[in-house]
């Protein structure tokens, strides 16, 4: 039994410290109806590509720790996040729920990256965006010219450019 608990404590450790470098949460808005929900709807729907921790790397997956909050800096990038596929035909159909885990995203993963007075996503907003849903071919254009605004107009660093900080 020892062996067994030490040797899950040994596994935990390992997959925490992946990438040691990785920025801090940030705070969760009020907004978020259930933090604890939203944190296991991000882990089921979206931590087997993105990382639990919101760090995939060097998988070719954008990385969410420390960066998505910039998406927010104007109305454009913000409704993107809302209408990447993946997000915007969630089997979550909840608009409230759905709305939860993004602000868990932006918010809690973002950390930093959020702009001061970004306002949390709202359940009419994510129903609103949810019907102007992206295409996967128009994926790769997409982020990149909302990242370039965040550059240009919000001070978001230029390694947004790279999917994940470090990428060669």
Not at 32 to 57: K, N, V
Not at 112 to 120: I, R, Y
Not at 148 to 158: F, T
Request: glycine share 10%.
């Amino acid at each position: 039994m020892r062996k067994l608990l030490l040797g899950s404590l040994l596994l935990i450790g390992a997959v925490g410290i992946g990438r040691a470098a990785l920025p801090p949460l940030g705070v969760l808005p009020a907004a978020i109806t259930d933090p604890d929900l939203a944190r296991s709807d991000y882990a089921e729907h979206c931590g087997g590509c993105h990382g639990i921790q919101g760090s995939a790397a060097p998988a070719q997956l954008p990385e969410l720790r420390g960066r998505v909050g910039w998406f927010m800096c104007t109305p454009q990038s913000r409704a993107y996040l809302i209408r990447l596929p993946n997000i915007a035909h969630s089997r979550i159909t909840d608009n409230q729920q759905l709305a939860d885990l993004v602000n868990y995203m932006v918010f809690g993963l973002g950390g930093a990256s959020a702009p001061a007075g970004a306002k949390p996503f709202t359940a009419d907003e994510v129903a609103h965006e949810r019907k102007f849903a992206l295409t996967s071919a128009s994926l790769k254009a997409e982020r990149a010219r909302y990242v370039e605004v965040a550059i240009r107009q919000c001070g978001a660093p230029a390694t947004m450019r790279l999917l994940y900080p470090g990428q060669k």
